[in-house]
Every structure is written in structure tokens, then in C-alpha cells.
């Protein structure tokens, strides 16, 4: 029997492996069963993603809730995350699933959980779900029937109320969107095209296996992107992921610019041309270049570990402006408490439009304004989990004086071990769900961001 666990955001697995139907229902039932603890009858909405089988797992999954005696609805189409968290927000739904697994390979496939306001569930329902996991997939007997919606529309009407659509439009500029083969389709281009402004999709179309490239929007997966805003000679360059709920930027010579960057551009267009108000959330991983701008204006900020639900949780308990973490994913006040990357796309290039920039102008304005910042991540593999959290007790409990000659100011162990340097950090964090070691940097050059995650190395096996 596989044990099934769910992770920062859902269950994920290899297809065919331990992601398989039998295994998909037995979640299904432990999920129809948290449910019934809290409503007898509960209303679940399903969506899917463009994964292998995603529509089979999904369809799966429905028959067991349904059996079960919940009311269930199926997405009519492929449909990006945020759409079903909107759906069970607006809807009124009990609960959402969503057959993905976001940005990983197309060897693999997930099952995300979303509940009433649109957020991710809780460490806390999940355990529920994984503790009422049967040992054998339930038979999906008669149940009530399963209806069918189409969702695709509420979801981009919302989006496109987000920002000035006929501003866009008349703006002028030349847009590249990758679509990385998954939900984003042509989403943005049908928003956003009709005067001025060009937009040319790439990889719009569907293919379970991604083109070959992992469906994340890093640097390192957008070679296309980044040779169609060459050759096009476009201003801005937009990616979202095989779910559609992260967002990646390039600018005019088709360089990859960090999300951190894309966060501080973010802060400024809501806070000082649209004149909006709220705190900031960021994780531990975020920008010193955000908690700047919050020190300069004042605006309170909350950090949170690593995890887009402990972001929604905070985002449920205070009035908050933006949610942001180094991933991608970015939360807007008045949409949802989740992450969305069409939403990040159209409202960055708003940003981009008020200011009259390319990306790569706009970028260096802020440099010159709050930073300079500059971050870094490298991952150190084969490390097991038990090795993990000896490293992050000893480094923890015995922490340097200096690294990479800076004075260690302050020790945080929210999330890993943080240390907090003068115009700096480093982290060092378990993955958690790999064995890998995570360490982060951010500091004002690059070369600096390099000394910083060598001493990190370092630190990980000598402690000093």
C-alpha cells in the first residue's frame, strides 16, 4: 500500500508510479470523508489541468465524492488553478479539487485541495484527509449525478475587472506570453489584443508532456520565450506554469528577471499609482528590496514560511495588500487569497504601461530607487532528511559569527535557519518532500549573492 502525504500545496506523484486511478480515488474518499465531518452533503467543484489523463483522474476523483453522497460538479474544459479557487469563492463551493502538479515534470501529476475563500487547505485539513486515507481504492458505486460548468468565463472577467483592459490595449507595446503548454492557453493575448499593443503567444497549445521543458517559469525553462522577445523585438516577456498560478518575467533582450523584482514592481504600481492600501506578506525567502518600500511608506509586513497557504492563512486574517513568494506566485487584495499568474502577467504589465517602460527601464528604476538587490538559490542534492535537520539544529543552535566576512546580525528559525546580514541573508531550509537542501542568498551584487551561497556550502558540512 503507498502511503500518500501531502505537501507545501497538494499530493504530487509520478504518473503511473504511485499518482495512479486507484490511488487518486482512495484521496478522493479521504477527502469526501473530512468533508462529511463538517457538512453530510458538501458541494466539491473538480478541475484538471493538461496533464496526462488529467480529465480520467479528475473524473475519478468526482465519481468517488459523488458515490460518497456529495454534490459534485466537473469542469467542462481545461481550466487554470485560480479559476476553481474562484469558482468555489464566488460559487459558494464546500471545497475544490484540482488535478495538477503545477510546475513539476509531466512525468507527474497532483491533487490540490481548495476551500471556501478560493484558498489552499491547511496543514491541519490535510492531515484530517491523510488520516481517513482507506488501505484500498474505493469502488465508485451510483451516486448523484455529476453535473458539468464551465468556469473559464467568471474567472476571466475577474481578472480582466483587475486592471485598465482598454489602457492596456492602447498602449502601445510589444508583448511575448509562453504559455509553457499548459492552462494559460491564449488567455492573455485575448484579453489584452484588439488595439495597439501586439501580443504573440508561444507554446499556447496543449502537450502533456510540456514540450519537453518543466512547466515552471525560471529562467533556466524559457529559452523560448526568451528568443521570441528577440526576434519579435518585444518590450516584456510573460511565462505562467502548467497550472497557471506563477508568473515569470524577461525583459527587451530576453533576460530572465528574478520574481523578486516583479514582487518590488508589483508593491510600487499598487501603492503609488493606483493609490491602494493593505500589508505586505512575503515568505522568508522574499526581497529586503519590499520591506524597504514598506519602510519608506509604511507598511506593515508579515513573514511567513515557505508555503502559498500560510501566505492565504494571513491573507484571511488581515487586511493585506499583496501576497509574494520567490516562487512566483503572487496575491492580489480582492481577488483571491492564492496565487495567479495571469492576473501577476496583466497587472505587471499595467505597471509596465502607466510607466511608460520596458521591462528592463522599469527594473533599473527600481534598482536606482531601493535597491540594489540581487538574490540566488542553489540546491544541494542527496542529502537525506535526517542529515537535513541535523545541519539546521547545529547551524541553529552554534550560529557563525560572520559569513563571507559580514557580521551575522540576527538568527531567524521560522522556516530553516535564516541569517540576517548587514544589506543581506542566507537561508538554509530543508525541501521537505526531497532530499535537498535549500540555500538562498540575497545581497547587493551579484558577486556577493556567489560568496555567500559558497560560504553556505561550506557552513552546510563544517557548521562554521
Not at 529562467?219 to 505562467?240: E, I, Y
Not at 538568527?411 to 541569517?419: E, N, P
Given at each position: ?92 463551493a464546500d471545497a475544490g479539487v484540482m488535478i495538477t502538479a503545477s510546475h513539476n515534470a509531466g512525468t507527474y501529476n497532483g491533487f490540490k485541495i481548495k476551500l471556501p475563500p ?44 483587475k486592471v485598465d483592459l482598454p489602457a492596456l490595449r492602447k498602449s502601445g507595446l510589444r508583448v511575448v506570453v509562453d504559455s509553457m503548454h499548459g492552462v494559460g492557453e491564449r ?57 497557471g498560478d506563477r508568473v515569470g518575467m524577461m525583459d527587451e533582450r530576453g533576460r530572465f528577471i528574478d520574481v523578486h523584482k516583479l514582487h518590488a514592481l508589483l508593491l510600487y ?196
Amino acid at each position: 500500500m503507498d502511503i500518500l502525504k501531502f505537501g507545501t500545496d497538494g499530493w504530487r506523484a509520478k504518473i503511473a508510479d504511485t499518482f495512479t486511478f486507484p490511488n487518486v480515488r482512495r484521496v478522493a474518499c479521504g477527502l469526501g470523508t473530512a468533508l462529511a465531518r463538517r457538512k453530510k452533503s458538501s458541494l466539491v467543484f473538480v478541475g484538471y489541468d493538461t496533464r496526462l489523463f488529467s480529465e480520467r483522474f479528475a473524473r475519478a476523483a468526482a465519481e468517488v465524492l459523488s458515490a460518497m453522497g456529495h454534490r459534485v460538479v466537473l469542469a467542462s474544459r481545461l481550466l487554470p488553478t485560480p479559476a476553481l479557487s474562484l469558482a468555489v469563492k464566488e460559487k459558494k463551493a464546500d471545497a475544490g479539487v484540482m488535478i495538477t502538479a503545477s510546475h513539476n515534470a509531466g512525468t507527474y501529476n497532483g491533487f490540490k485541495i481548495k476551500l471556501p475563500p478560493g484558498v489552499s487547505a491547511s496543514t491541519s485539513f490535510t492531515s484530517i484527509v491523510e488520516k481517513n486515507i482507506p488501505a484500498h481504492a474505493p469502488a465508485a458505486g451510483p451516486g448523484g449525478a455529476i453535473r458539468r460548468e464551465d468556469w473559464l468565463p467568471l474567472y476571466l472577467k475577474a481578472v480582466g475587472s483587475k486592471v485598465d483592459l482598454p489602457a492596456l490595449r492602447k498602449s502601445g507595446l510589444r508583448v511575448v506570453v509562453d504559455s509553457m503548454h499548459g492552462v494559460g492557453e491564449r488567455h492573455f493575448e485575448r484579453l489584452v489584443s484588439g488595439g495597439k499593443t501586439r501580443v504573440r503567444t508561444v507554446a499556447a497549445e496543449r502537450d502533456v508532456f510540456f514540450g519537453g521543458r518543466q512547466p515552471e517559469p525560471v529562467g533556466a525553462n524559457l529559452g523560448p520565450l526568451s528568443r521570441a522577445v528577440r526576434d519579435w523585438k518585444a518590450d516584456v516577456g510573460f511565462a505562467t506554469d502548467g497550472d497557471g498560478d506563477r508568473v515569470g518575467m524577461m525583459d527587451e533582450r530576453g533576460r530572465f528577471i528574478d520574481v523578486h523584482k516583479l514582487h518590488a514592481l508589483l508593491l510600487y504600481h499598487l501603492w503609488v499609482r493606483k493609490g491602494l492600501r493593505g500589508a505586505v506578506v512575503k515568505t522568508v525567502s522574499g526581497t529586503l528590496m519590499v520591506e524597504r518600500m514598506a519602510g519608506k511608506w509604511g507598511i506593515p509586513v508579515f513573514e511567513t514560511p515557505i508555503g502559498f497557504k500560510y501566505i492565504g492563512a494571513v491573507m484571511l486574517e488581515e487586511d493585506v495588500l499583496l501576497g509574494l513568494e520567490e516562487s512566483g506566485g503572487i496575491a492580489v487584495k480582492g481577488h483571491l487569497p492564492e496565487r495567479d499568474g495571469l492576473l501577476s502577467a496583466l497587472l505587471l504589465f499595467e505597471a509596465l504601461a502607466e510607466m511608460g517602460k520596458s521591462a528592463g527601464e522599469a527594473v533599473a528604476f527600481l534598482q536606482k530607487e531601493f535597491g540594489p538587490f540581487y538574490s540566488g538559490r542553489v540546491d544541494l542534492e542527496n542529502i537525506p532528511f535526517d542529515r537535513q535537520a541535523a545541519i539546521l539544529d547545529r547551524i541553529t543552535k552554534s550560529p557563525p559569527s560572520r559569513v563571507a566576512g559580514r557580521p551575522v546580525l540576527a538568527v531567524q528559525s521560522l522556516d530553516g535557519v535564516k541569517l540576517k546580514l548587514e544589506g543581506g541573508w542566507l537561508l538554509l531550509r530543508a525541501s521537505g518532500t526531497e532530499p535537498l537542501l535549500r540555500l538562498y542568498a540575497e545581497a547587493s551584487s551579484p558577486k556577493e549573492v556567489r560568496a555567500l551561497l559558497n560560504a553556505a556550502k561550506k557552513l552546510s558540512t563544517s557548521g562554521r
